[in-house]
């Protein structure tokens, strides 16, 4: 009886492995029908972005598919800066690991927009591309 008891805790460890993967799973499904209809897109565990045209759009992951939705065009953007906690980042030094990447829109009519990012390479690719698509114009 003791050694079930020692054996309950891994139990209950394995079960909340098995449902956080599920659930990551679940999202990532969930993304990849909405992505379908973008020409760009991206996922972590922070938000959604995507690109069709020039409009982006970008939202909270969830298991039921992305919530939170807003979208803005890239004619609008004023400035576009990566920011890591809040702080703009030199694109030719970025930090090697970094808390809370975020790109950062300053859009017309002093509309500011923050996607948050997990991989600070990601976000530095996301910024070159988006900056060349708003050069393009």
Do not use: C
Request: no cysteine.
């Amino acid at each position: 009886m003791e050694r079930g008891l020692l054996w309950l805790p891994l139990l209950i460890v394995f079960i909340g492995l098995g449902w956080a993967g599920w659930n990551e799973y679940q999202k990532l499904e969930a993304y990849n029908t909405w992505a379908n209809q973008f020409d760009k897109a991206k996922y972590d565990i922070y938000a959604v972005l995507g690109q069709q045209g020039r409009t982006l759009t970008w939202g909270k992951p969830t298991r039921r598919g992305p919530i939170n939705l807003s979208s803005f065009s890239l004619h609008d953007v004023e400035a576009l800066t990566l920011q890591v906690n809040q702080q703009t980042v030199d694109l030719e030094n970025p930090p090697r690991k970094a808390d809370k990447p975020t790109l950062a829109f300053r859009l017309k009519g002093d509309r500011q927009v923050a996607i948050p990012f997990t991989d600070i390479d990601l976000a530095v690719q996301w910024l070159q591309y988006l900056q060349q698509q708003i050069n393009q114009t």
